[in-house]
């Protein structure tokens, strides 16, 4: 099963749990998975490979060893990334220790709108409906994915990090640029230098190759744009 296992996890882009791995070898059991996991990772430290097989969001996957990641990211210096702004950072850290979680519970802790940050975090694949609450008007609930807990590198919830009270996160760029690592994204104090807020809009500077490109990100919907309301019409449909 080691071998096998080991070609499926180098052919796959996203964790593999025991749920799929299971059809693949019939009559395995979960601590045959692991088993084979802990074997995989005993020859790849004996050998000194620069990979090993981690465990996150709901499954394994093969990544490189911490110790390389800067020697990646110049690989990948000059590309241009549409990196999540500070408003989408503090919106999805309320959301993910708060969830589930209402658009009107995010905007009391933030002071302002969130709409546009929430569709933003949607396409991103962070955060999902789910469900509606009790109350009156049974607003919508929003959660995080299991693509959440890919980027950050956990199994579940349970395994986040400890934060101090989410209001004081807003504002705070030491605890921001701290969520945004776990998250596996970086900001720097430039980058809070060149975000610039226009009423509900946020404007971000994204550098590109030495160049300035400006970007428009998490803005709120425009008077073309659907706004909540839509979005949860469109779920009820």
Not at 28 to 51: C, M, P, T
Not at 57 to 74: C, D, K, T
Not at 162 to 170: N, R, Y
């Amino acid at each position: 099963m080691k071998q096998d296992l080991e070609a499926l996890l180098f052919a796959t882009d996203t964790p593999l749990g025991v749920a799929r791995l299971k059809p693949l070898f019939p009559g395995a059991e979960a601590k045959d998975f692991r088993e084979a996991v802990d074997a995989l990772n005993a020859e790849y430290e004996q050998q000194g490979r620069a990979f090993t097989v981690v465990e996150f969001g709901g499954g394994w996957q093969l990544a490189s060893r911490p110790e390389y990641a800067g020697l990646i990211q110049h690989l990948y210096r000059g590309r241009r990334f549409v990196r999540l702004s500070q408003a989408a950072l503090e919106v999805l850290a309320v959301i993910a220790y708060r969830q589930p979680v209402t658009r009107m519970e995010i905007e009391e802790i933030r002071g302002v709108q969130v709409s546009g940050v929430l569709a933003t975090l949607a396409e991103r694949n962070l955060i999902t409906v789910a469900g509606r609450s009790d109350s009156v008007g049974n607003p919508i609930l929003y959660g995080t994915t299991r693509e959440f807990l890919n980027h950050m590198g956990i199994k579940g919830l349970h395994q986040l990090p400890p934060l101090p009270e989410l209001a004081g996160i807003i504002g705070d760029r030491e605890e921001i640029k701290r969520f945004a690592q776990q998250l596996g994204e970086e900001i720097t104090d430039e980058d809070f230098e060149t975000v610039a807020i226009r009423g509900d809009e946020i404007l971000v500077v994204v550098p590109d190759a030495g160049h300035a490109a400006t970007d428009v990100a998490d803005s709120e919907p425009t008077a073309d744009e659907p706004s909540e309301p839509d979005i949860a019409e469109a779920h009820d449909a």
